[in-house]
């Protein structure tokens, strides 16, 4: 089915160990994004793509690391997960002028 | 740089009621503006949008915004509201640049009552 898919949708860790958010869209979307979602704050934006290989930095990107090999998928990457990185984790992409979210990520971090 | 203010965290109603949830927006820029709705446990849905033009919007769901330019609001209503309505709703801006980036506001939770 064509549309934005993110794995895993529940995902328990523990403090230190590295984590990978998957996010793949089947539109060709140029732009993909990677937003955290936090009781109070809205959504806030972690980390954009403009096409493959090129990725920049949003409003809150320390302890995160993104890579876009493909312009399909746009994995975030936690690399040494702290309590304060659980969150709901959902990616986007943009269309013409609309951003389409995946169904999103629950990360516990214990 | 922008910022999106949603003046109500939570809004309580009756079902069959009028409601208005409340955007304010800075930007030094034009704008495009959006509002998503998020229920229990799932992603966001766009519910309507402005780009241009009329500044009357209507979207999804019988919801209506309107775009005011001198006051940089952007409220959404509904004229009757079901409880099928009760969820999130997020006020977002972009500036039309890097694929439309969105700030969102902090969100308001509609419930609505029987």
């Known amino acids: 089915d064509a549309g934005i898919t993110q794995s895993p949708r529940y995902k328990i860790t523990e403090t230190g160990r590295q984590v990978t958010l998957m996010c793949h869209q089947t539109?060709?979307?140029?732009?993909m994004f990677w937003y955290r979602q936090d009781l109070g704050h809205g959504l806030r934006l972690i980390y954009y793509?403009?096409?493959?290989?090129?990725?920049d930095k949003g409003e809150v990107p320390d302890g995160y690391v993104v890579s876009r090999s493909k312009t399909e998928n746009f994995p975030l990457t936690l690399e040494s997960a702290t309590r304060s990185q659980t969150s709901v984790y959902f990616c986007?992409?943009?269309?013409?002028?609309?951003?389409?979210f995946g169904p999103g990520t629950r990360l516990t971090v214990l | 740089a922008q910022s999106v203010t949603q003046l109500d965290s939570q809004v309580p109603v009756f079902e069959e009621a009028p409601v208005e949830l409340r955007c304010n927006y800075s930007?030094?820029?034009?704008?495009?503006l959006f509002w998503y709705v998020q229920y229990p446990n799932q992603g966001l849905q766009l519910l309507l949008k402005?780009?241009?033009?009329?500044?009357l919007v209507k979207g999804i769901n019988g919801f209506e915004a309107e775009f005011n330019k001198s006051q940089t609001s952007f409220h959404l209503r509904k004229p009757s509201v079901h409880i099928s309505d009760t969820a999130e709703y997020f006020c977002?801006?972009?500036?039309?640049?890097?694929?439309?980036?969105?700030?969102f506001g902090a969100g308001t939770i509609l419930r609505v009552k029987s």
């Open positions: 986007a992409s943009t269309g013409t002028d609309t951003q389409y």
């Open positions: 539109w060709s979307h140029s732009y």
């Open positions: 793509s403009a096409a493959a290989d090129i990725t």
């Open positions: 930007s030094s820029v034009s704008v495009y």
């Open positions: 402005y780009l241009s033009g009329s500044t």
């Open positions: 977002a801006v972009s500036d039309m640049e890097y694929g439309n980036k969105l700030v």
